[in-house]
């Protein structure tokens, strides 16, 4: 069974970057399987799909947050990251990466999940 752990800060600074890793157990990132996404669920708000990186390491992003999103990865970990540059407080939420079922050259929902982690952006 594939397990998703998130790690980083619970606090950022308004117009810092955001770091987040996802540690993945089970199974490899690079399995032509799976893709691997962020989510992040603000307070009392929805989920909201930030990205997602394929297991050849290309990236799909909300268009939403492009522009100051990146996601990457490091294979000899089996970890992929998230990146959020220039955050602001509408950033704080909890944060979740999850693992996709790729179907042909699209993928489905999210099937698992980390537990989350909650981050704040506050001065």
């Known amino acids: 069974q594939v397990q998703l752990q998130e790690s980083g800060p619970g606090l950022v600074k308004p117009s810092q970057t955001l770091s987040l890793t996802c540690t993945v157990s089970g199974d490899s990132i690079t399995s032509s399987y799976y893709a691997w996404s962020w989510i992040r669920q603000p307070p009392g708000k929805g989920l909201e799909w930030m990205g997602v990186i394929a297991y050849d390491g290309s990236t799909y992003y909300s268009p939403s947050l492009k522009s100051h999103t990146s996601i990457s990865r490091d294979t000899s970990k089996n970890q992929f990251s998230l990146q959020l540059s220039s955050v602001t407080p509408e950033d704080t939420a909890t944060y979740y990466c999850?693992?996709?079922?790729?179907?042909?050259?699209?993928?489905?929902?999210?099937?698992?999940w980390g537990q989350g982690t909650q981050v704040t952006v506050s001065s």
């Open positions: 999850a693992l996709l079922f790729v179907y042909g050259s699209t993928w489905g929902p999210p099937v698992d």
